[in-house]
T-cell receptor
Framework: GDSVTQMEGPVTLSEEAFLTINCTYT??????LFWYVQYPGEGLQLLLK?????DKGSNKGFEATYRKETTSFHLEKGSVQVSDSAVYFC???????????FGQGTELSVKP | GAVVSQHPSWVICKSGTSVKIECRSL??????MFWYRQFPKQSLMLMAT?????????EQGVEKDKFLINHASLTLSTLTVTSAHPEDSSFYIC????????????FGPGTRLTVL
């Protein structure tokens, strides 16, 4: 079945460091791909998305490119801030029924 | 943006009792709501999908008689954990969607259930 695999956390970075969180997926057909962020004590928020191959989603300095050839959707940010500390989830939208399938989440901690 | 609330945010109950969790879409009508369960350091697992006015569709392995879902209106869905046991302790998250399957889901903040 369809699945999403993320790199394990926690990831600890210093402020202004470069961030990459790897995400790969297995799916039949052509799913849409998402990154969600969960700040402490809050619900999941959509960070960015891409709906077809080679699309690049971007928001708040974060970017991810839908790579069909490598079945990947890695999240990147050039310079992280303390306020980016959160748990990040990669997800795909299952073609049938509109169900989201999530990766296991990656906790990011950014130190001043 | 669209806001989804959950109540309560946390609950502690005794084994054998039932607990009801509410999920509300505050500023939009949600034709579909989803219930997820999240274990510590793990992913969100979809439990069931509910459409307003119809029976919920449960994922494989989820006991529908234990986790009762009611989606009585376009702004409210409830999850009742019946005869709760310690293994039901978890973080329960709902999401709500307006319109078709490719529309964005908006997530509630979650409810922490602890069964003693």
């Amino acid at each position: 079945g369809d699945s999403v695999t993320q790199m394990e956390g926690p990831v600890t970075l210093s402020e202004e460091a470069f961030l990459t969180i790897n995400c790969t997926y297995t799916a039949t057909g052509y799913p849409s791909l998402f990154w969600y962020v969960q700040y402490p004590g809050e619900g999941l928020q959509l960070l960015l998305k891409a709906t077809k191959a080679d699309d690049k989603g971007s928001n708040k300095g974060f970017e991810a490119t839908y790579r069909k050839e490598t079945t990947s959707f890695h999240l990147e940010k050039g310079s992280v801030q303390v306020s980016d500390s959160a748990v990040y989830f990669c997800a795909l939208l299952y073609n049938q029924g509109g169900k989201l399938i999530f990766g296991q989440g990656t906790e990011l901690s950014v130190k001043p | 943006g669209a806001v989804v609330s959950q109540h309560p945010s946390w609950v502690i109950c005794k084994s054998g009792t039932s607990v009801k969790i509410e999920c509300r879409s505050l500023d939009f009508q949600a034709t579909t709501m989803f219930w997820y369960r999240q274990f510590p350091k793990q992913s969100l697992m979809l439990m069931a999908t509910s459409n307003e006015g119809s029976k919920a569709t449960y994922e494989q392995g989820v006991e529908k008689d234990k986790f009762l879902i009611n989606h009585a209106s376009l702004t409210l869905s409830t999850l009742t954990v019946t005869s709760a046991h310690p293994e039901d302790s978890s973080f329960y998250i709902c999401s709500a969607r307006r319109g078709g399957p490719y529309n964005e889901q908006f997530f509630g903040p979650g409810t922490r259930l602890t069964v003693l």
